[in-house]
């Protein structure tokens, strides 16, 4: 069965650095979505892809926090520089199209320190 | 904006039996879709099942079930027949209006299932 990809799974930085996750949603799915879960809280979107296009990134803190799609395939979110709150696991999902149901990634970990 | 609320911050229950889990929400949408999201410890999300507000049959997938009360904007989770592999993290999470795809999740419920 496919499933969505990220590595790394788990990353520790100190702040201030920069630090870049990836993502390779199921083959096919064109909606590719990048979410940040604080401890103990439900995910909260960061940023929205269909194809290579953003189709939403009203809530990416776009002072530190990039993201791209250039293919319109596999992305790369990065954070430079890191800051302590930014410790959370952040989570890719993708889906065949907006409407359609979002399948999760493993998620990555990130501790700041 | 819309709103997800889920009111039990943790649940448990006995292997066999039944629980059901809350979730309200608040939208001005007509069209609009509703799920229960199921994350096990240190695992990966995993959809646990959907419902399309356009459907009054309530959604069902094995021995889970929902309760969609439109008017009510209520959609609960019933889990029959629990069992271990069921202790996680449920989110209730909703996707609609003028931004499809932009999930907006509950606080989330910790089911924890007991031998």
């Known amino acids: 069965e496919a499933e969505v990809a990220q590595s790394p799974r788990y990353k520790i930085t100190e702040k201030s650095q920069a630090v870049a996750f990836w993502c390779d949603p199921i083959?096919?799915?064109?909606?590719l979505y990048w979410y940040r879960q604080i401890l103990g809280q439900g995910p909260e979107l960061l940023v929205q892809?269909?194809?290579?296009?953003?189709?939403?990134d009203s809530q990416l803190p776009k002072d530190r926090f990039s993201a791209e799609r250039l293919k319109g395939v596999d992305s790369t979110l990065k954070i430079q520089p890191a800051e302590l709150g930014d410790s959370a696991m952040y989570l890719c999902?993708?889906?065949?199209?907006?409407?359609?149901?979002?399948?999760f990634g493993p998620g990555t970990r990130l501790t700041v320190l | 904006a819309q709103t997800v609320t889920q009111s039990q911050p943790e649940m448990s229950v006995q292997e066999a039996e039944t629980v059901t889990l809350s979730c309200t929400y608040d939208t001005s949408e007509s069209n609009y879709y509703l799920f229960w999201y199921k994350q096990p410890p240190s695992r990966q999300m995993i959809l646990v099942i959907r419902q399309e507000a356009y459907k009054q049959q309530n959604a069902t997938e094995n021995r889970f079930s929902v309760n969609f009360q439109k008017a009510a904007k209520s959609f609960s989770l019933k889990i029959s027949d629990s069992q271990l592999g069921d202790t996680a993290m449920y989110f209730c999470a909703f996707d609609g209006g003028t931004s499809y795809g932009k999930l907006t999740f509950g606080q989330g419920t910790i089911l924890t299932v007991h031998p």
């Open positions: 999902a993708s889906s065949p199209g907006p409407t359609d149901t979002q399948y």
């Open positions: 892809f269909q194809d290579e296009s953003v189709v939403d």
């Open positions: 083959s096919g799915h064109a909606t």
